[in-house]
């Protein structure tokens, strides 16, 4: 029962103030704000030791105005001669826009914005209106070694943005968001790089009115940046949408790319398959900026046909049967959810809390029948295509369920994860106002390694006292999966927090596990890289770095690991 | 009627003679053949204006014993050496051997092994038996710049295995055919790049017993060549099989691999995604023996699930139809059917004959029907997978090809086609041996440039009298397909024949089609390269090519267009 007279914390209601660092670090809509529940709050102060009273006091709101200390470093005549390309309008030495665009989402970024410890931003902030205009400034900057970080939605969590020299960021999305063409009868788009998630889907729904096509059509690409983040950024990062384990990740979606790079412009070919050498597209892609800058992409489109959808989901015992099913479900060939989400028994119990099926009457019949609190994981899921198609999968995922002793939990679980799936990001800055951190990180993992990598994931935060960590995995593939941690604890220093971060990173690889399944690697996992992909596969990258900037203009100062970077060095 | 006395041209039946011409560029096993049925040799004569008395006397047979009239290039010391590597029994000078594995099984190669005219040839042919070997060898050949071609199964045909100066080639089939792991859970197995299709196939076939597995699997991977080329080669061309339109192309079978390179061995990871900079394993797919020599590589493979299996057949009233209804079920969203092959007019035509179709009571039915002979189109296909899923495939094909005006003809034209799937080439050696050509070029294309590339290349080849052309699309994506050109016509000199496979490569190069979909580039596409991918592209290549191979030792003399060529300088 919550007494009436339940004590609320202050969660903060009120936009940004203008030019504020609160208003850099915000996620998303700056009139937006999703709080904690009360089932979530509770359980926050369980987990983390903490009382009422630690709730009393905003900290390090970043409600101060953004001040710089020192003009830019970049040589005068440069910034005249780079505004001048895109006109004075487009060009900004602010001292707001230097900070605002030298940073991504990441919370240790979120860290430095609050206490206004910005490190090292960049000098001059670009708005190219078009191909050209990035022609000729990245032409500029490569002939005078100006360092450049190219900028879609700005939603890195991997301090992918963040400069190390002086020099420019290219923001592609203030004006680089066109559709440029649609093709029905091959099933392709072709949109400027700059273009956001939420215009791009918006488009391909309405096809019909909006390019006379006979369907309307999706993108089947939905991260949780979605509403912030745009097609540039997806292809830099190689990112993967929720519905990828039907219609796939970036490396399935894009067919061909049109990059600028410092010794010349790229154009592939959008075959369906080609066996003409090595794959240009491939290499172009999850280049984090290190290579050029993504001008334009030719993307695969899919039919929009949500009257077909079919959600699901399901309760089972344990952990090991979940997984059992998920992979029994993917090797099934029936077919592929789109959906697809197995959460570990801490991350189900709050999930129970948040969709307030705790302590109901549905779950007294869950325990009884040996669901218990502690133990049991839920799955999510949904099936996406022709009807006969998501039938066929429905009734397949059930069966396969069952095996497992899944028990059936209706739909609505999913609709309730739906409402909130690009809303969870929000939660963050009522957490950090009161010291504590809500942040992720992520891997993939072949089947047989996911249970080992797992617990040892566990074990090394367990050492950190009070702290939760919920795991799921979101991404299918009949080889293996995703895993994805979430932890909240509390507010460290900000080199502890790296420390902390780095114990994880460290354990993911000593363990088997990918840097990275979707979120890239940045400067963040960077210094992991060698080791992870080896010294020869890491050289090769080096050697193409070279070949197409040989200035190391591109986002430089160890994004991907291309130049030797130590834990110690991070900006 | 065919008369009891009708005229039988004297098909080959006796394996070729040891160490003859011959028997190297005979397709396939060598006491194997199939002869042109009476139906096909009917056409023949009738579309190549040919008579009985063409086909009294068999022509250029090569069925003299391979002389040479060079000993080997290579400075004595270098051949000393790399014997001693290897071993005696797995290193030959032999006038044999040289020529054996200087050729791969295109048609052109075929008409300089009868007239013995064989050009370069390698030197020295070693069988390495394991990495180590591999290892070495490439080592030694780096250090003393020696040219080296890596050979798999031998059955390019794209001029690919050539040798253009004095140097080695390395057989990966005899020793280098180990299947190294095989992960159930994680469906992946390793096997070494020499391993041939029916064993690699057998193996996966018969997991329970080999390997204590749950399940019997596929490896969904069945080129033309699969009984002759090995998984190596596979990867070298970026190959597809005929069921690649639900199992993928190597683009998408191939997870991970060991290849070494002149500067070392560079090892991918086995991950289901990752997002850990641009993916190495794509750039070492497709390199045609230019980069390193794969020695081993992981696959993802499938549930073999033969009795689910389902076949359809289908005749459409004309070529449009066919393709509409092709693109309307790659982009039905509802699963993808394994087989898929449509035909074109003339190619349904034949068919028809080979099937024993033409002039029977369905035939007249169909004429009846406005199936025209001449207009009407073959599609055949099947779908494999979970028994709902190729259910829920068929009954939505059954829905689409109605829809364009698509006669169901049951599944048996399918078994029909099934029997012969890897058997025609053998018709080649009876052709030859009277004079006539059979030769294919193949290419990718967007739905939307199919129709003009297609009369394009139909133009293209109407210029030379007395030429048959089939045409067939089968390998299926929502953006797009192949084209497959089968050519049949008379032989010309080999000066005059290369000129007329230019005319139509050029062809569809100028009309939009890829260089090639599944057979790869090799140096009789080359010359074409730069244009088609754009000089950047190839450029990015080179630079690959150079940090990897700084000396061009391996595959060297123009493939993949990253050595200059023209169309004047072929092996």
């Known amino acids: 029962m919550r007494s009436k007279q339940a004590f609320q914390p202050g969660w903060c209601e009120i936009p940004p103030g203008k030019n504020t660092y609160r208003s850099i670090f915000k996620w998303g809509a700056s009139d937006k704000f ?39 470093a970049l040589n005068h005549a440069h910034i005249e001669a780079l505004r001048e390309m895109v006109g004075d309008e487009n060009a900004s030495t602010s001292d707001y826009d230097r900070v605002k665009y030298s940073f991504g989402k990441s919370a240790y970024e979120a860290f430095q914005l609050r206490e206004g410890n910005v490190g090292q931003v960049t000098d001059l902030v670009l708005h190219p209106r078009h191909r050209q205009d990035v022609i000729n400034i990245v032409a500029y900057c490569h002939r005078h070694t100006i360092p450049m970080v190219p900028y879609g939605g700005g939603s890195s969590v991997t301090l992918g943005l963040r400069p190390t020299r002086p020099g420019v960021v290219v923001v592609l999305q203030t004006h680089m968001h066109r559709i440029l063409s649609f093709n029905e009868e091959n099933q392709t788009i072709t949109v400027e790089s700059g273009i956001l998630g939420p215009d791009y889907e918006h488009a391909l729904n309405h096809a019909p009115e909006m390019f006379g096509a006979k369907y309307a059509y999706t993108a089947g690409h939905f991260p949780q940046s979605f509403e912030h983040s745009t097609v540039g950024g997806w292809i830099a990062t190689f990112g993967s949408g929720q519905q990828s384990s039907y ?60 009257q077909n959808r079919k959600r699901f989901s399901f309760m089972f015992p344990n952990w090991r049967n979940t997984v059992q099913a998920a992979r029994s479900i993917y090797q099934g060939e029936f077919g592929r959810p789109s959906v697809f989400r197995i959460s570990d028994p801490e991350e189900t119990d709050i999930a129970m809390k948040l969709y307030g099926i705790e302590a109901s009457s549905l779950d007294k019949f869950m325990s009884f029948r040996g669901y218990v609190s502690g133990q049991r994981c839920l799955l999510i899921g949904q099936a996406d295509g022709d009807q006969s198609y998501t039938k066929t999968i429905k009734r397949n995922v059930m069966k396969h369920c069952r095996r497992y002793k899944g028990m059936y939990l209706s739909g609505l679980p999913v609709k309730k994860w739906e409402r909130h799936r690009f809303a969870d990001p929000y939660l963050r800055e009522d957490l950090n106002d009161f010291g504590v951190v809500i942040d992720t990180l992520e891997t993939a993992i072949p089947w047989d390694g996911l249970h080992n990598l797992y617990e040892a994931v566990r074990v090394t935060l367990r050492i950190h006292p009070q702290t939760a960590i919920m795991t799921h995995a979101s991404h299918f593939y009949p080889q293996g999966t995703n895993l994805y941690f979430i932890f909240i604890t509390h507010r460290r220093n900000i080199k502890n927090y790296l420390q902390f971060l780095h114990q994880i ?3 993911i690889h000593a363990h088997g596990g990918s840097l990275s399944h979707h979120h890239g690697v940045g400067r963040l996992m ?11 596969s890491l050289d090769l990258l080096r050697a193409i770095k070279t070949h197409l900037d040989p200035h190391a203009i591109m986002n430089p100062g160890g994004t991907l690991g291309l130049e030797p970077t130590g834990t110690d060095r991070f900006p």
Request: proline letters at 7%; hydrophobic letters at 35%; charged letters at 20%.
């Open 247 to 306: 219609y796939g990740d970036v490396g399935d979606l894009v067919m061909s790319q049109d990059m600028v790079t410092p010794t010349g412009a790229i154009q592939t070919l959008a075959y369906p398959a080609t066996a003409t050498g090595p794959s240009i597209n491939e290499m172009l892609k999850g280049t984090e900026g290190t290579f050029g800058v993504t001008v334009s992409a030719t993307l695969k489109i899919f039919k929009h046909l949500p």
């Open 34 to 72: 999703r709080h904690p529940t009360h089932n979530l709050y509770t359980l926050l102060k369980d987990r983390l030791g903490m009382t009422d009273a630690d709730f009393k006091e905003r900290l390090h709101t970043g409600d101060q105005t953004v001040k710089l200390d020192r003009p830019p």
């Open 526 to 536: 960077a210094p992991w890289m060698e080791t992870h992909l080896g010294k020869k």
């Open 505 to 507: 990173i460290a354990c």
